[in-house]
């Protein structure tokens, strides 16, 4: 059985026959126009880092605004070395790296994303023979409401490098 759409009403097979081919949508093409406006991002706000940073065990990263995409810039605010979520805003998804160069004694980097200062996420990298380490976040898709900051931080001592490499970003999805 076929079905198609007309304006708002979804039409079977039977009535689909009578009406000619420019004035409907097929069922297939309309849900794949959902779809793909779904899955569009609303706001992204970007913080990195702009000088490299010295931390000690469980300290925050200072984050500063380096890239805002959007509209509706009350939605995603660079506040307290992170994001803090605005107005509207009930899910995100999240990206984050951390680069690292070895200061103490640990061979690997341990990092978090935080979301009120509570650990939503963490990750550990290896510094191999260079020194350097890197964390790189998966994406994660979280549920959120106004007023929530999400924040990086590292678990052990280490010096975290900037220059592009050290990086949070908040995409607004509903």
């Known amino acids: 059985m076929k079905i198609a759409r007309l304006n708002s009403k979804i039409l079977t097979e039977d009535i689909y026959k009578k009406i000619s081919d420019d004035k409907i949508t097929l069922l297939d093409t309309y849900i794949n126009n959902l779809i ?10 970007r913080v990195g880092l702009t000088n490299d940073q010295n931390l000690q065990n469980n ?19 660079h506040y307290d070395d992170g994001i803090k979520i605005g107005e509207g805003v009930s899910k995100v998804k999240i990206t984050a790296c951390i680069f690292h160069t070895k200061t103490g004694g640990m061979d690997y980097c341990w990092d978090s ?44 001592q280490t010096l975290v490098r900037s220059g592009g490499n050290t990086w949070l970003e908040v995409a607004v999805l509903e």
């Open 36 to 45: 793909k406006e779904k899955m569009k991002t609303k706001d992204i706000l």
């Open 113 to 156: 994303i935080k979301k009120n200062g509570i650990d939503i996420a963490i990750n550990i990298g290896g510094y191999g023979t260079s020194g350097y380490g890197s964390c790189s976040f998966p994406t994660l898709t979280i549920d959120v409401k106004k007023d929530d900051v999400i924040t990086l931080s590292v678990l052990e």
């Open 59 to 77: 300290q925050k990263i200072t984050l500063n605004k380096i890239q805002f995409n959007g509209v509706n810039s009350n939605q995603l605010i």
